[in-house]
């Protein structure tokens, strides 16, 4: 890659089950009326982004855009986290999800203006450490432990037919099946509680699963996680409150507690597995920190982001 890159684009060719290839000329034509001054690079493999990511950004490169799903967006952001590049995202994905809050979901038109013309919004990231894998990782949108993760568990091993929340609700009833409840030890900003628990989400962004309303109210630049903490019930009623999660009145249930935290530690028993980011990896027991405002990322400049 030349030393004097300017701007990058990502592209995983393969995101949104090849939709994001086919978009390439569209994209071409929308960023190159403003500027052809544009690396265009292509992944192939699982790593490829956040490795190109990280020689742009060494390389001097001033924007870095991903294209792509929550894969692509997640990898480009932790090779660009601690440089002086700035992260865009044209999102072409299932999820989505931190596009949804930054508004730029939904429409090419305004995710490539956002790119040229847009301001930026320095996001918080969350760093999670656990056990089953080696150095912090780091998230945008979520980490949690529990049936939600199991269920993540789930789509990613078994339900390849479907995508985004149909995928997740269908994930959820399989898992359904063989769960218990287990024993949580949650520490949120020096504050223990102990609680038999279905599951705990840590939501840096109000979405997840693509679309689903986890953490109403919650923004990626506020310096805090909103957690949901949802507590032993009986497995119908779990079901029933998942499809209320969609609008966020999932809330309303007395199992269901809200907090607001920016260090949180997690032990379960027995373990349970993580998801960060609609990855599941290693295991609790495991400690979240907040870095405020870590990532430069590029955003409508005609619609604040409210999520």
Sequence with gaps: MPSTTTNVIIVNPTAGRGEAG??????????EADSADWIWLYTKARGDAERMAR??????????VAVGGDGTLH???NGLLGSQSTLAL??????????????????????CRAVTHGNILHIDVGVIEGAGFTGPRHFLVIAGTGFDARTAQTVNEGVRWISGAPAYV????????????FELTLTTDGEKRQTRAMFV???NAETTGGGMKIAPGAKVDDGQFDLCLVGAV??????????????????????VTMLRASEITLDADPPQPLLIDGEVLGTTPARITLM?????????????PVG
Aim: glycine letters at 8%; aromatic letters at 2%; charged letters at 20%.
């Design 170 to 181: 269908v994930g959820a009833i399989k898992t359904l099946m063989g769960f218990t409840p």
């Design 75 to 77: 990898e480009v952001a």
């Design 201 to 203: 989400s840590v939501a």
């Design 55 to 64: 020689e742009a950004a060494a390389n001097g490169a001033s924007i870095v």
């Design 234 to 255: 009986p497995k119908l009623t779990l079901l029933n409150q998942l499809t209320k999660v969609f609008d966020g009145k999932h809330v309303l249930h007395p199992a």
């Design 292 to 304: 405020r405002g870590a990532l430069p990322i590029k955003v409508p400049a005609e619609t604040p």
């Design 22 to 31: 086919k978009q390439v000329p569209a994209i071409r034509r929308l960023l």
């Design 90 to 111: 044209i999102p072409i994905g299932t999820g989505n999800d931190l596009a949804r809050a930054l508004k730029l979901h939904g429409n090419l038109e305004v995710a």
